[in-house]
Each structure stands twice: as C-alpha cells, then as structure tokens.
C-alpha cells in the first residue's frame, strides 16, 4: 500500500507593531436628543484605550474644512465627555438626527472627525464667510493709505521746499560786492585793490538783510 504523504501548509501570523496594536477610531450616532446636549460622551472601551492619555483638560477637534475646535474634557468616573464647545459644534455644522460623526485619535488628546448625513455621504462644510476673511482688511486698508499719503505728502512738502529754497540761493564771488550792494561795484580791471575771490552761499532772506544793509 501506497503511503500517502499529507503536506501541512505554514501559515504566517501577521505580525502588528506597537503603533498600530489599539484602534483609533470610533464612532457617535446623532439621536434627537443629542442635537440639543451640551456635551457628548466618548465610547467608554475607547477611554479605556487611551485612558492614560485623555487626562487632560482640553482636546482638540480636527475637521477637513480646515477648522480645528478646542474643546473642553471633563472626566466623571470612568467617562469622559466633550463639553465646552461641543455645542457651538453642534450648531455651526447643523448635526440633525441620523448624522454620525467618525472620530480617529490622532494622539495627546487630538481628535479629527468627518461628519456624514442620514444618506451615509459626508457632508459639504460650510465654507468660511467673507466675514471672517475680510474682517482686518478695511482697517489695514483705511489705516495703510493714509499713512503712506501722509509721508507722501510731507515727502513731496520736504522736496519742494528744497527746491525753493535751491531757487533763492545765489553765489556771490566777491567781497566788494557785499559792501556796495551790487556785484556791478565790483573793479574788474583789477586796480586800486585785490578782489579776494570765494564763493559765498546766501539764502532769501541772508540777501534781504544784505540789501538793506547796504541801502542804509
């Protein structure tokens, strides 16, 4: 008789890492009378879980709009409950009866939740108003402009002024012509005395002050 040879399969345990060994995920139901609580509680397994983590007094909320909610953790016995801010959620997403929520623990009491209706799609959420992206900008805007006229203005006031004053300034290259009030005095054949020549920088009003000098 034949001998028959029965081979066994090895079958391979898969192997889990410590990181991946808990579940992160769990999930909450919108009841009717949950859309009006103040507070919602987190699956009493999933505390136990992460018991040593959800200690804290504060948790955040992660949603794929963008937003991120701070909310408050209170611990009662072996629960805990979202409470602060749960409410103010609850509202600005619109939660009605048959919306479930699908939470994963990201770690140190961080939360991220996508939010699905009563047709099991995921919601479309509301897009951020133009309120919230525009509030400083007419006050930047207001306050921005002006600044910049304003040293434009006293810039342009500055130059100006330069220039007027570059129109009032002559250059006077004799001594004589100071004492007699006019550069005609002035000997240009060079006789009777030495016309020590220097350029001298008068202003409006030094000229002024000059030429009445020279009248008395």
Request: net charge positive; charged share 30%.
């Amino acid at each position: 008789m034949r001998s028959q040879r029965h081979h066994r399969r090895n079958f391979v345990r898969p192997s889990f890492s410590p990181d991946n060994a808990e579940p992160t995920h769990f999930m909450k139901i919108v009841l009717p009378g949950a859309i009006h609580a103040e507070n919602m509680r987190i699956p009493k397994d999933f505390v136990r879980r992460f018991e040593n983590e959800l200690c804290a007094s504060e948790a955040t909320i992660g949603v794929p709009d963008g937003r991120v909610w701070k909310m408050e953790l209170k611990k009662s016995e072996n629960e805990v409950y979202f409470c602060k801010g749960w409410e103010e959620f609850v509202k600005y997403y619109s939660l009605r009866s048959g919306f479930f929520l699908v939470f994963k623990y990201e770690g140190k009491s961080q939360f991220s939740a996508v939010i699905f209706d009563s047709s099991a799609a995921e919601i479309y959420y509301p897009p951020k108003l133009n309120s919230e992206k525009q509030n400083s900008a007419p006050k930047c805007r207001r306050k921005r402009p002006h600044s910049f006229d304003q040293c434009d203005h006293n810039t342009r006031s500055q130059k100006q002024k330069l220039v007027e004053d570059e129109k009032d300034i002559i250059d006077i290259e004799d001594d004589d012509a100071l004492s007699h009030g006019k550069s005609g005095n002035r000997d240009r054949s060079g006789q009777g005395h030495s016309s020590k020549m220097k350029k001298i920088t008068l202003s409006k009003k030094q000229r002024a002050q000059n030429l009445k000098q020279a009248a008395n």
